[in-house]
């Protein structure tokens, strides 16, 4: 299949879950010419603010293929992933992904994924969202990752 075909299907499974009451995204994960993973956006159905398409697909690859690890897959997507799911692609390793309306385009429906992106632009005290380092004075916030990144751990 060509790419615009992998990014049909999901178009066609996007609106199957819109018709079901989702919200219209679905993604597939392939390796190699292979489905290997497939998502819809369950948000509205668990109340998981993570249900998105890529998650739920990436999940399904790594369940599949037993790893985390999906580098060399390709993930097809309705949307242009949003910060979100960009960040558990990178997590995953994949490199390419290919997708049918762009994060400009799905404006017009919901703005929030193309503010996301403004904002991770913008330095770290202008955002909507309060970040605010609050180390302890007498613990060392590096104290599990010393644990985890020792030698033999
Ligand atoms: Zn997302």
């Not at 390419?96 to 400009?104: D, E, F, H, I, K």
Request: hydrophobic content about 40%; aromatic content about 8%.
């Amino acid at each position: 299949m060509t790419h615009q075909e992998w990014v049909a299907q999901c178009i066609e499974l996007a609106l199957d879950n819109a018709k079901q009451g989702q919200a219209p995204f679905a993604a597939l994960v392939v390796q190699d010419g292979h489905l290997v993973g497939t998502g819809v956006n369950d948000v509205k159905a668990t109340q998981d603010v993570a249900g998105h398409a890529e998650i739920r697909a990436l999940q399904a690859a790594a369940k599949y293929m037993g790893t985390r690890r999906l580098a060399g897959c390709v993930l097809y997507t309705s949307c242009e992933p949003c910060p979100m799911c960009l960040g558990a692609i990178y997590w995953s390793g994949i490199t390419q992904v290919y997708y049918g309306l762009s994060v400009a385009e799905q404006a017009a429906f919901d703005e929030l994924p193309a503010f996301q992106y403004a904002e991770l632009c913008r330095v770290a005290h202008e955002r909507r969202v309060q970040m605010v380092q609050a180390t302890p004075d007498n613990i060392d916030p590096r104290r599990p990752f010393n644990h985890a990144y020792s030698a033999g751990a």
